[in-house]
């Protein structure tokens, strides 16, 4: 008798164990890194493994399965449960994991695609800034006299000047200024990560358009000996901005890339977990757009010395460029294969 019931024990654990495995690896992992550790398809399994487990120790204690086996099931329960239905991280231990962790981590996983969005938008710029600088009359093949505002081949030294250290902003309006900044550059960046959908051709037109924009614009800026003034105007705020819209960019490209080449998976399955991942760029930029928007619409209208602004420009590179490289290292929280 003792023997037929360790062989239906070893049968049924046989049958079952891979996925109790799966659930203890998951509940560790939640145990030592908490729920933001999981991905997004992870967390999906984890309640569904969970009453795999529930209805598995209820077979073994009906049909009275040997004690290590009902221990061991009632153990991986009872942690399983404290995982799917114990106290949650709260709201600000979320958002702080998140700029920690997962946001820098998921930047490092995507580096290829971001050097992609950077590559296409310095395309861009030194197109049109080495056509612009041959030619001034080129410059309105880039930039229309609508968004240029002034600054055009026509305009002088003094007037082009003028702009850079434009002072008639009133401080009252400086901070609906930057909301409104805000606004505009966080609707182009999610836009370039929509374009994705589109096997991404519009997101890669789009960013070497953009490139092509301020390239006109410096070159007409330095062609008047002021080439350096625009980039201390242009590269406090820009540094983050720019960023931002390289993550969007970069995102984008993950959602194309998803489509072309799907694997193993459909293409809506998998183009929904790699839209799971790439939103984590998406979302961190959005903060960023936020961070450049303050510092367009206040910092770069009352502070005008230059020496001042390319300090804030060098300090916020290496800021985002420590940040990206060392956030989180050791603790990842985020992968490519996991979400």
């Not at 114990?86 to 600000?92: D, F, H, I, L, Y």
């Not at 296409?120 to 800034?129: A, C, E, K, N």
């Not at 002088?156 to 505009?184: M, N, P, V």
């Not at 450049?292 to 300090?315: K, M, N, S, Y």
Request: net charge positive; with cysteine; charged share 20%.
């Amino acid at each position: 008798m003792r023997d037929e019931m360790t062989l239906k024990s070893a049968q049924f654990r046989r049958e079952r164990e891979a996925a109790w495995q799966d659930l203890e690896r998951l509940v560790a992992e939640v145990e030592k890194n908490g729920l933001p550790s999981l991905s997004a398809a992870d967390l999906e399994r984890l309640p569904s493994l969970y009453r795999g487990a529930v209805g598995s120790l209820s077979v073994a204690q009906a049909i009275s399965l040997d004690r290590s086996l009902l221990d061991y099931l009632t153990a991986l329960v009872g942690r399983a449960y404290l995982c799917v239905y114990g106290t949650k991280t709260g709201a600000g231990e979320t958002v702080a994991s998140f700029f920690r962790r997962r946001f820098p981590a998921a930047v490092r996983a995507h580096a290829l695609y971001l050097a992609a969005a950077i590559l296409f938008f310095g395309l861009g710029l030194l197109t049109s800034w080495r056509l612009t600088y041959e030619n001034p009359n080129r410059f309105y093949s880039f930039i229309d006299e609508d968004m240029a505002q002034g600054r055009t081949p026509d305009a002088s030294t003094r007037e082009l000047r003028e702009i850079l250290y434009d002072t008639k902003t009133k401080t009252s309006l400086l901070g609906l200024f930057a909301t409104f900044l805000f606004t505009h550059n966080a609707k182009i960046g999610i836009l370039c990560f929509a374009l994705g959908f589109a096997a991404g051709l519009p997101v890669l037109y789009l960013l070497f358009y953009n490139g092509l924009t301020l390239g006109a614009l410096a070159a007409l800026y330095q062609s008047h000996g002021l080439g350096l003034e625009l980039w201390a105007w242009i590269l406090p705020h820009g540094v983050t901005e720019l960023t931002a819209v390289f993550l969007c960019g970069a995102a984008g490209l993950v959602l194309a890339t998803s489509l072309i080449f799907p694997g193993p998976y459909t293409r809506l399955r998998h183009l929904a977990i790699q839209g799971r991942r790439a939103s984590v760029l998406v979302i961190g930029a959005v903060a960023m757009f936020l961070i450049a928007g303050l510092i367009e619409g206040i910092f770069r209208q009352v502070v005008h010395d230059p020496a001042v602004r390319w300090t804030v420009a060098c300090g916020t590179l290496i800021f985002w460029v420590l940040y990206f490289l060392l956030a989180g290292r050791g603790d990842e929280s985020f992968h490519p294969d996991r979400g």
